[in-house]
């Protein structure tokens, strides 16, 4: 199992970001999968999850900015990130909950 996160950066409050997930060496879209986020000197948290039908969940303090999707023809999984705050930076990570993986993470940074 395989997981690669990409599209983080360091941008400005308010701006967007587009995370990327790819999944390999397992049936994507037989799985749900989530983004789990760590902030510095914090515990990681959950940020969102998507399930095999499509339905969605979101942490409290993302609801309404961002957006999680899959593309099974793909393999790949998705975090739109919308009006950002400086509170969103820290490590993005990919995750298949019944598989226990964890991909290597993109680093997101918000500050003026």
């Known amino acids: 199992v395989q997981l690669q996160a990409s599209g983080g950066g360091s941008v400005r409050p308010g701006a967007s970001l587009r995370l990327s997930c790819a999944g390999t060496?397992?049936?994507?879209?037989?799985?749900?999968v989530a983004w789990y986020r760590q902030a510095p000197g914090k515990q990681r948290e959950m940020v969102a999850r998507?399930?095999?039908?499509?339905?969605?969940e979101y942490a409290d303090s993302v609801k309404g900015r961002f957006t999680i999707s899959r593309d099974n023809t793909k393999k790949t999984l998705y975090l739109q990130m919308d009006t950002l705050k400086p509170e969103d930076t820290g490590i993005y990570y990919c995750?298949?909950?019944?598989?226990?993986?964890w991909g290597p993470g993109t680093l997101v940074t918000v500050s003026s």
């Open positions: 995750y298949v909950p019944t598989l226990h993986s």
């Open positions: 060496g397992f049936a994507f879209s037989a799985y749900n």
């Open positions: 998507i399930l095999i039908n499509a339905d969605t």
